[in-house]
């Protein structure tokens, strides 16, 4: 009878053990899953600030450095209406790219031919500007900044005239191809190329 008990008291014993080292496995797959987890996420949103970045257009001031290359760098380069940036190697097309792109389309160009590991720069002297027009007291092209808003950039145009109304502000962005005014608080973004309208209150 003895000898029974104790093979049961064993029994159980084991199998506690067995049910504690498969939660323990459990519990450790679940953290690894989590991690990746994480860095999918991290992955994602690494690519979607990249993506949505500052993009360049014609009237952008850049400078390009090519290390320890002084003639194959552009300093103050203001870029034209093509886009064009042009090297021994031939053209290089920056409308459109942000500034790691223009960076790695310039690199890919000098490789081979010229450097065997080129290292290049790209940064914004000046970026091209902005426009507002109607009920400012002066109307006219601005350089953008970075988080320019409504309010900025009323207050760079020099404030509201008398007459202006703050619900009848429209803006027309750079990026849309129909060219359509939108209604914009005084709060809302303005970026680059950006054409902003403050219209007159008749009341």
Do not use: W
């Not at 500052?54 to 552009?74: F, K, P, Q, T």
């Not at 031939?90 to 500034?99: D, F, I, Y």
């Not at 988080?147 to 027309?172: P, Q, W």
């Amino acid at each position: 009878m003895t000898a029974i008990t104790e093979g049961v008291r064993v029994f159980i014993m084991l199998r506690y053990f067995l049910m504690c080292l498969a939660a323990i496995s459990l519990m450790s797959a679940a953290m690894i899953s989590t991690a990746n987890a994480a860095d999918v996420v991290y992955g994602s949103d690494a690519g979607v600030a990249d993506s949505s970045g500052y993009h360049l257009g014609a009237g952008d001031v850049v400078n390009i450095a090519v290390y320890g290359e002084d003639d194959l760098s552009r300093k103050a380069y203001k870029l034209p209406d093509s886009g064009l940036i042009t090297f021994p190697f031939g053209e290089v097309r920056a409308l459109g790219l942000s500034l790691t792109e223009l960076e790695n389309r310039v690199a890919d160009g000098l490789r081979g031919g010229y450097l065997v590991n080129p290292r290049v720069s790209v940064s914004i002297d000046t970026y091209r500007p902005f426009f507002i027009n109607g009920q400012v007291n002066s109307a006219g092209a601005y350089p953008y900044q970075p988080g320019m808003s409504v309010r900025k950039a009323v207050a760079l145009a020099g404030g509201l005239k008398e007459r202006a109304s703050e619900s009848k502000i429209y803006v027309m962005r750079e990026t849309d191809a129909e060219h359509k005014q939108t209604k914009i608080s005084m709060d809302g973004p303005v970026f680059a190329g950006d054409t902003v309208t403050v219209e007159e209150s008749f009341f």
